[in-house]
């Protein structure tokens, strides 16, 4: 995780404290409700792996697992943020942000929808598709995985 977003995530798990403690027990059902949403986006929305096998990238979250078969990657390269911008032009994402990064869709005026999971704000990894969506993703370790897939 990058500083920025390592702070972002921290006030965010920091807010059900307040949460719970102005509902008190009068009102458990909104605590259990914030705490369920924060749950969901880190088992179902943040990956905890990519891993490169022989034949595919296998992208692993604690509730789920994507294989994408290397065969149906066209291109894969690494990005800064400017050569991000310059990659999509104008942005919104949808899907979840705050915990850990920002997880799910990403539209953007260049390529439309792009997949998304990113928990750091530089050393992008761009991942083009012959008849998918094109995946963006931050690695642990950007150039080694670039190198992998690329080989």
């Known amino acids: 995780m990058s500083p920025t977003i390592l702070v972002?995530?921290?006030?965010?798990?920091?807010?059900?404290?307040?949460?719970?403690?102005?509902?008190g027990s009068s009102n458990l059902i909104i605590a259990l409700a914030v705490t369920s949403v924060y749950a969901w986006i880190w088992l179902r929305f943040r990956p905890s792996s990519f891993v490169v096998r022989d034949k595919s990238l296998n992208i692993i979250?604690?509730?789920?697992?994507?294989?994408?078969?290397?065969?149906?990657?066209?291109?894969?390269?690494?990005?800064?943020?400017?050569?991000?911008k310059q990659e999509i032009g104008w942005g919104v994402r949808i899907g979840a942000g705050g915990l850990g990064g920002a997880f799910g869709w990403l539209w953007t005026t260049r390529h439309g929808i792009v997949q998304m999971y990113v928990s750091r704000t530089?050393?992008?990894?761009?991942?083009?598709?012959?008849?998918?969506r094109p995946w963006l993703v931050t690695p642990e370790q950007p150039d080694e995985f670039v190198r992998m897939l690329s080989t």
């Open 8 to 23: 972002v995530t921290l006030v965010f798990l920091g807010l059900p404290v307040p949460i719970i403690i102005s509902v």
């Open 61 to 84: 979250w604690p509730l789920k697992r994507r294989e994408i078969l290397r065969d149906s990657i066209s291109n894969i390269r690494l990005l800064d943020r400017n050569g991000l």
């Open 122 to 132: 530089d050393r992008f990894v761009w991942i083009e598709r012959t008849h998918s």
